[in-house]
């Protein structure tokens, strides 16, 4: 959009025009003299200004980049490239996800070998914990906030901090991934060693897992329910339990972390023969790094994934490759996500 504010006073027998173009926040003023030749050629300059205009070369205000991750052996998360304070971090720890709704950021996931989140980088309490436990993904709808992991062993998640129930877990389990679509509640992640997914805490049914699979990612659009992840460790996505293929991928060496759907478009993120890769509605598009975990897409089409590329954590725009000011490196990585 551009605003002109025209302004003009009589400079006998010139006339001063002054224009401002207003472009992403910043004043370029132009300064024209005519010779005030009749008030048919002031209309006429005067128009010729309004349908010239002038570019918009910010495409308005820059979106704000969240990230979580590892930095130097503990949680980190950072706001445009800036490390921000995680508090009560002891021990062992790391953040696996990360949300913003309104002016709150969510981060979860391990502290001091136990499942945490935090909000606004203060420490929260998550109930029902027991022996190992870990908290990996986390979902925001209004006031209420879902957390994916870990707990004794088993997949688990968590409603506003208590512990709730998925059915039919059998030998090794876990949780991976959560979303929120209206009332419902999708977990993604792995029953007795396979890709397995649960809707309100029941199973649902997914095809083609084998005998050694795993679902790292979930994604709900509509009625349309989108996991990622792999089989046998061969990158592979899922549309209502229904195994899609992705183009290009290497057999036994690749592996699909991340997912994210805008509009009829479908995006996965994570690595293809050691090297970090993104999938466009199944088409690969190779990144310049070793391992993409995160995907997202900004409010005007532009997909971010965040991930490692020589042992420290960065994202990208695009196939644009962008370093984080704020990350050690050669020590951290980056697991999460979120443009706003």
């Not at 309104?102 to 989140?117: D, I």
């Not at 992705?246 to 060496?253: A, F, H, I, T, Y």
């Not at 050669?330 to 697991?335: K, L, V, Y």
Request: a neutral charge; proline letters at 2%; glycine letters at 14%.
């Amino acid at each position: 959009m551009r605003f002109f504010s025209l302004g003009f006073f009589m400079e006998k027998p010139h006339l001063s025009i002054f224009y401002t173009a207003l472009r992403g926040g910043k004043e370029y003023c132009m300064k024209n003299t005519i010779k005030l030749i009749g008030f048919a050629a002031l209309i006429a300059v005067m128009t010729l200004v309004l349908a010239v205009g002038c570019s918009n070369p910010t495409g308005g205000p820059q979106p704000v980049v969240y990230v979580a991750g590892i930095n130097s052996g503990a949680a980190a998360w950072w706001k445009d490239g800036v490390l921000q304070t995680l508090n009560g971090l002891t021990g062992i720890s790391v953040a696996n996800d990360i949300a913003v709704s309104g002016s709150n950021v969510y981060v979860v996931g391990k502290n001091n070998g136990a499942a945490a989140w935090w909000i606004n980088g203060d420490l929260q309490p998550l109930g029902g914990l027991v022996g190992s436990s870990s908290a990996s993904a986390i979902a925001v709808s209004g006031s209420t906030v879902y957390v994916a992991g870990s707990n004794d062993g088993k997949a688990a998640w968590w409603k506003d901090g208590v512990l709730q129930t998925l059915d039919d877990l059998t030998g090794s389990s876990y949780a991976y991934a959560i979303a929120v679509s209206g009332v419902d509640v999708y977990v993604a992640g792995t029953n007795d060693s396979k890709a397995a997914y649960w809707k309100d805490g029941v199973p649902q049914d997914i095809y083609g897992v084998g005998s050694s699979s795993t679902a790292s990612a979930i994604a709900v659009s509509g009625s349309t329910v989108y996991v990622a992840g792999g089989v046998s460790s061969t990158a592979s996505y899922w549309e209502n339990g229904t195994q899609k293929s992705l183009m290009g991928v290497v057999d036994g060496s690749s592996f699909a972390n991340a997912i994210a759907v805008s509009g009829s478009n479908v995006y996965v993120a994570g690595m293809n023969s050691s090297t970090a890769a993104w999938w466009d509605n199944g088409t690969l598009k190779p990144l310049t790094g070793t391992i993409a975990n995160a995907i997202t897409v900004s409010g005007s089409g532009v997909v971010y994934t965040a991930g490692v590329d020589s042992s420290t954590a960065v994202y990208w725009k695009g196939s644009d490759i962008k370093t984080i000011t704020g990350a050690t490196v050669g020590s951290s990585t980056a697991n999460a996500i979120v443009v706003k």
